[in-house]
Nanobody
Framework: QVQLAESGGGLVQAGAFLRLSCAFS????????MGWFRQAPGKERELVAV????????AYSDSVKGRFAISRDNAKNALYLQMNSLKPEDTAIYYC???????????????WGQGTQVTVSS
């Protein structure tokens, strides 16, 4: 089994930045791609950013491209999401997720954290 735990959420004003962290443990050697997803009230969960095991490839949703940056440090069993120029529409619960396959397909992400709340005020 793999355990994921997010941290770093909070309440900030528009234009501010936050850095989310995700600590993973357990059978971490079996993990492949990792990513950040978010779900706002009344909306479906959406992919925010994903990254391959060795960090050589990333992908972002159009809504965060140029503002957010995903990274990972496998030596520290950690995944990060640097969020700059935050907007009120970024308000959501942010989840860390991982899969066992080298693909970014959302349906393959089978390990999930509990989520961390990010609230951006205008």
């Amino acid at each position: 089994q793999v355990q994921l735990a997010e941290s770093g959420g909070g309440l900030v004003q528009a234009g501010a930045f936050l850095r989310l962290s995700c600590a993973f443990s357990g059978r971490a050697f079996a993990l492949s791609a990792m990513g950040w997803f978010r779900q706002a009230p009344g909306k479906e969960r959406e992919l925010v950013a994903v990254i391959t095991w060795n960090g050589d490839n990333t992908a972002y949703s159009d809504s965060v491209k140029g503002r957010f940056a995903i990274s990972r440090d496998n030596a520290k069993n950690a995944l990060y999401l640097q969020m700059n120029s935050l907007k009120p529409e970024d308000t959501a619960i942010y989840y860390c997720a991982a899969n066992n396959r080298p693909t970014f397909s959302e349906g393959t992400f089978n390990y999930w954290g509990q989520g961390t709340q990010v609230t951006v005020s205008s």
